[in-house]
């Protein structure tokens, strides 16, 4: 078959988080049983290629511009310029989407339902199987976040696009509860399977205690969302149980509250309280310096306090044989089965999150358990064979 799949995201020129490495991992599943994969994606510069074809899957990237915050400022209409974007990139993608099968034609077309790209392309007059991912729409983001600008329209774009689609899917029980109960459609209607994770390459390294200390990796983007004020908050609680502890975060900055970014908050919060020296920011890593990251920790932790449909943070450390602290939020406790395969916490709660990781940094035999039991879980329902296998069953 020929499977288009559309989403602004896909690594390495537009995304890093868990929507690209799902479109990355699940494209290139499809590829290896021998279905022919096209992406439509974006790039953010001129210098990156239009269109090229990586490990069996072809690739074309519509050029965008990131939006020029001036423009945000503009009263009345700045508040809407994000959703004014939004609506013009979906009709950029209808268009291109549209030539693309005029040349070639598909068996399906998979959306991402964040931004409603694919708004434009359902609402015309199409005779094109379709399918809508349902990974984490805005609408239901912007619950956790207060947004500097408009979402009704993207919202709008959203509901419309989850509502018209011949096939839903979702990574998680939790996520399709969710959008049967906001989009007024039957639970049934969404078919669940995992997000693909491939195993971590070689055995796991011994997890024993290390000569300088255990290692505690967080991996994401720098912003409240994700839990890093609560992780800031809990570090000095575990450094009085584990001085010799040390805390390294892998992922992009973001603008945090006031002028200033979250990492240079963090930076400032740490420097005052004496820790700075078991702090490391690693900043935004390629792919295989993630990997490495994995490697070279001996826990992982994922303070998130806003909704996760999935977690490929927790995913990937359960693959790489690592123990996870995580919040008990969304549909993290789908992916990461409390007890057996890390820890679960209230999100939110310093201490509680504190105490976790000191339990697990006290234990060694403990950590290698929990990832031992994470890898093999991991192993057993998020292989990516597995999971491209089961959409094409619904196909």
Known sequence: MHIILVSRWFPPH???GGVAMYNLHFSRALAALGHRVTVLSSRHS????????????????????????????????GRHIRDLQNLIYSARVCARLRRILKDDPADA???????????????????????????????LLRRYQELPFSTALTAAMERFSI??????????????????????????????????????EGEPRPRGRSS????????????HGK??????????????????????????????PGSRSWMQLLREDFSEKGISDRV???????????????????????????????????????????????????????????????????PGDPRALAEAIIRLAADADLRRSLGDSGRARVAERFAPPAVARRFLELL
């Open 212 to 223: 300088d200390g255990v290692r505690v990796l967080y991996v994401g983007r720098l912003e």
């Open 163 to 200: 509502r018209h689609a011949d096939l839903l899917t979702a990574p998680s029980r939790s996520m399709a509860e969710v959008i049967s109960r906001e989009c007024g459609i039957e639970a049934a209607r969404v078919h669940v399977f995992p997000n693909p994770v491939p195993a971590a």
């Open 46 to 77: 001129a210098d990156v290629p239009a269109l090229e074809e990586t490990k069996g899957v072809r690739v074309h990237r519509i050029l965008t511009r990131p939006s020029k915050h001036r423009l945000r400022r503009i009263p009345l209409i």
């Open 280 to 346: 490391r920011f690693l900043g935004t890593l390629p792919p295989e310096d993630v990997d490495r990251s994995y490697s070279d920790a001996d826990l992982v932790v994922v303070p998130s306090v806003q909704y996760e449909s999935f977690s490929y943070t927790c995913a990937q450390a359960m693959a790489a044989g690592l123990p996870v602290v995580a919040s008990r939020i969304g549909a993290i406790p789908e992916t990461l089965e409390d007890g057996a395969c890390g820890i679960l916490v209230e």
């Open 109 to 139: 077309v998979e959306f991402a339902e964040v931004e409603g790209e694919g708004f434009v392309f359902l609402a015309l007059p199409h005779s094109q199987r379709t399918v809508v991912r349902c990974h984490t729409p805005l609408f």
């Open 227 to 256: 839990g890093v004020s609560v992780l800031a908050a809990a570090l000095p609680l575990v450094l009085k149980e584990v001085p010799n502890a040390r805390l390294v975060l892998a992922g992009p900055d973001r603008p945090g």
């Open 14 to 16: 537009s995304g890093e």
